[in-house]
Every structure is written in structure tokens, then in C-alpha cells.
């Protein structure tokens, strides 16, 4: 997607950790699904045939040791209007029907850095993705100063979301509820961030 309308100059400046800081902290309010079962991934996959939109983003256990890793994706989070499901990979087989979702073209799939996530996920199990578009590549492209995701939020959203679970251990059995809350927050913000530029004109009215 190419966009055409420039954004106002308020969201083209730089926005600092300090001036982040001082903003409302939000994380997702709605319902969470955490997917670790076959019979739970069949359910999800059909909740999801609805949705024209997702959040897009992945976790994976973080590398703390030289010479350790890198390790494979763990969660792939999906996060649709009213409905956010985290897909725990390992503990399930990344098989055809959540691959199948990612390859769809009619699906509009979105986040920050979806190219590394994807190529990770393709190391796992190969499949030719479609319908994904990245949210600092676009904002790169509109010539704006923040391209990561808690910049982005505090730019077009005015709030900020907390990065605090970020280096936990995803491939662990049982996540933690700051866990499932991190991650579901990540896929929600993503949508909502695409939703923004949306009402600014930037992409089309529908995906």
C-alpha cells in the first residue's frame, strides 16, 4: 500500500521517552484467548474467518547467554475487533490452518517488523505469506520519527503501553497473566495504530 495523503505536522516530529512517560499507560481490556490445544486452535481459526483486520506480532524466549539461540518464534498473537487470541507454538504444531490464515490475501495482517517475525515463523514450517503490511515501513514512507510501537501509540493514539514483559521466557508451559497481557496488548496496538492512520486518511477505507 502506497500512501498518498500527507499527515499533519504534529505527528511528523520526534517523541522522546520522557515526553512517553508522562502519558496515560493502557494496556488491552478485552477478551484474550491464550491457544494451546487442537481442539482450542480449530475454534480460534473459525472465530477469525470473520475478521478482515488482525494485530500481528510474535514472541519468542529472548536470548541471555553468548553462544545461546536463537530460538524459534513461541507465540504468534492475532488480535481482531473484539477478540485477541495468542497461539502458543510451542506447545502446538504450526500447521496448515494458521498457516493457511497468514497466506490469506483478503486478510489484512499488521504490525511493526512483520518481515523478521514472518521469516522466523517460515524457519519453523514454510508458507507463502500474504495480506501483511508493516507499520514502520509505513510510517518510514510518510517521512515520521517514530517507527517502533510504543512510539507510535503515544504519537497517534496518545498513550503508552508498557514494554516490561518483553525479555520474559514466552516458551514456558503456562504464561504468566503479565505475559498474556503484554502480548495481547501488542497484537490490540497494532490494530488500533492501523485503525489511526486509517482515520488520517493514509490507507484505504476498508482493508
Not at 491464550?34 to 481459526?45: C, I, M, P
Not at 499488521?110 to 514472518?118: I, N, Y
Not at 518510514?140 to 517507527?147: G, V
Not at 503515544?154 to 516490561?164: E, T, W
Request: proline residues 6%; hydrophobic residues 40%; neutral net charge.
Amino acid at each position: 500500500m502506497t500512501p498518498t495523503t500527507p499527515l499533519p505536522e504534529h505527528h511528523l516530529r520526534p517523541f522522546g521517552n520522557a515526553e512517553i512517560n508522562e502519558l496515560p499507560l493502557r494496556h488491552y481490556e478485552g477478551e484474550v484467548t491464550v491457544v494451546r490445544t487442537d481442539k482450542q486452535l480449530k475454534a480460534a481459526l473459525k472465530a477469525l474467518e470473520k475478521e478482515n483486520l488482525l494485530g500481528f506480532d510474535t514472541e519468542t524466549r529472548p536470548v541471555f547467554r553468548k553462544g545461546q539461540g536463537p530460538y524459534p518464534p513461541s507465540l504468534v498473537q492475532l488480535a481482531g475487533e473484539e477478540h485477541v487470541y495468542l497461539f502458543q507454538i510451542s506447545q502446538l504444531t504450526f500447521g496448515d490452518g494458521l498457516k493457511d490464515l497468514l497466506a490469506e490475501p483478503s486478510v489484512v495482517k499488521t504490525g511493526v517488523s512483520v518481515t523478521d517475525d514472518v521469516k522466523a515463523l517460515k524457519d519453523l514450517s514454510p508458507f507463502q505469506e500474504a495480506g501483511f503490511l508493516d507499520l514502520g515501513t509505513l510510517s518510514a514512507r510518510l517521512q515520521m520519527k517514530t517507527h517502533g510501537l510504543r512510539n507510535l501509540a503515544a504519537n497517534l493514539l496518545g498513550f503508552r503501553i508498557s514494554k516490561s514483559a518483553q525479555c520474559s521466557n514466552w516458551a514456558r508451559e503456562n504464561l504468566s497473566h503479565a505475559q498474556i497481557l503484554y502480548a495481547a496488548t501488542d497484537a490490540w496496538i497494532s490494530r488500533e495504530i492501523y485503525l489511526a492512520f486509517r482515520e488520517l486518511g493514509v490507507l484505504p477505507e476498508r482493508p
